[in-house]
């Protein structure tokens, strides 16, 4: 099953996201096959605002356990978390 992460940042984090940028993404690349995308939300001027990570997980508390493990999170940088069922309908290169 896929969970979608829909991560907002707290106002102002720009620059705890640049800090912490390296190891979020050293996370991300750690968990392998089960990260099937992620990137950030942008404002209108390009600046990140949060980010979407879309992961396979046997079922949400695993999911939940991935969000609370993100350095992006562990460092505070998110001001909520919404974890979502995802189906994957459209252009998913397993059919």
């Known amino acids: 099953m896929y969970y979608a992460l829909i991560c907002t940042d707290k106002p102002h984090g720009t620059e705890l996201r640049d ?26 001027h390009g600046t990140p605002t949060g980010s979407l990570i879309v992961i396979e ?8 356990a991935v969000t609370e493990e993100d350095p992006y999170q562990r460092a505070g940088l998110f001001e909520s978390v919404e974890i979502r069922p995802w189906y994957w309908k459209f252009k998913n290169p397993q059919g």
């Open 19 to 44: 800090a912490t940028r390296s190891t979020h993404d050293e996370f991300l690349n750690a968990l392998g096959d089960r990260l099937v995308l992620a990137g950030p939300f942008l404002d209108d």
């Open 57 to 64: 997980a046997n079922n949400r508390d695993e999911a939940l």
